[in-house]
């Protein structure tokens, strides 16, 4: 009988534990394709990619040959800024577009000279030098230009007729930037990925989960950087060519072309206005978007056959503690467990936030993704509690039939 027993329960308890599990880890997709994060698990974030980053992987920086940055922090003019009503208001300070035009048009000299050109100017203000700029975007070939939301979150595009993608990120809860987004309003193509496309002619395919370069992908995905601010300083040791937009002009064409060979050319505000706070210190706007592509490129947010077992296999230890050994330890120990609920409650919680946090450890270590601690902490804490309460009331019958069976028997 007691073989028996073991066996209609065993036959129970594993398809619930195959379903479950599967249910959690679709659900912990949905989370990871979700642009923002909680505020509670940013502090596991920021410990587990300092250890990543600076104590047990010594990763190898790209190849600073492959990229020339020009700065644009302390190229401005001024121009006429008016209110809502068309009425002059006072001056703004944008971009210097003679410099831009300038830069350009020595650029368009050998238009295929470059490998790819992010321009990550928002140009949403028109002035008398637009004429001349928007002349040598025409000609401009393997290129793109930053484009954002307004506050109401609608598009504002480029006052110029230009290859454009949005480079707006999501926040929530967390005023950091920790992941990014790659299509957004499900048809707005960011920056990253337009680049990714360009270079590769390689097109995203929308579907349940996106796919790229025949890979299921994460739309959104926590960034690791490989280029940070500090490489553009003379005490990095492996120092990136940066340049201020305006020092080009003592350069001579032979000497400008050879700089820009078969280079990816990053142009934006790296010092001033366009910076962001990231897990690992202010990074610019223009070394998000690089970065983002660089994570695209070496396939961090790919969904491989492996990450997708080994998620299972987590949640599978987890329910079948939750379904079968915390029920049966209770049975036979519930003289060891604390009387307290509230305390049993806590005590729960905290050993589900322990065991997920372990589990996105490694994740992060081995796949570049962090899974959601607090939802599934506190989602595994509840069914156990469920579960508990279920398994008091078979104990207490069972103890009732007993004390009925020995009253008989007296």
Known sequence: ???????????????????????????????????????DELRLIQITSAIKKFIISKEEKPDRKRFLF?????????????????FPMGNQAITNRVVLADFFSRVNKKPNNHKYLICDISFVAPSVNDEKLQSEFDKMHNYTVSYHKDENGEPQNPIFNVSKSISDYTTFNVDKFIKFKLVQSDSLTT?????????????IEKGLFY????????????????????DFSDNSSYKYDYINIGDFKFLPDSAFQKLLKDRIVVIGDFELNDIHETVYGDMSGPLILLNTFL???????????????????????????????????KEQFSHLIAKSPIYNEMLRFFLYLFYFSIISSISFFIFNIHISILLFSGYMSSLDIINNYFADRRQNKRIQQENVFFDIDD
């Not at 025949?214 to 601010?229: E, G, K, M, Q, T």
């Open 1 to 39: 009988m007691i073989l028996f027993g073991f066996i209609i329960r065993k036959r129970i308890l594993i398809p619930i534990l195959i379903f479950h599990s599967l249910f959690l880890s679709v659900f912990s997709l949905y989370l990871l394709n979700l642009p923002y994060i909680y505020e």
């Open 70 to 86: 020009v700065n644009v922090a302390w190229e401005k003019q001024l121009i006429e800024k008016n209110d809502m009503d068309g």
């Open 211 to 230: 796919k790229l370069d025949n890979y299921y992908i994460l739309n959104s995905f926590i960034v690791d950087f490989r280029i940070w601010s500090y």
């Open 191 to 203: 920056t990253p990925i337009k680049i990714y496309q360009d270079i590769y002619n390689k097109k």
């Open 295 to 329: 994570a695209v490129e070496k396939g961090e947010n790919r969904l491989s056959v492996y990450y997708l077992l080994f998620i299972l296999f987590s949640f599978i230890l987890i329910n079948y503690y939750v379904f079968d050994v915390n029920i049966r330890f």
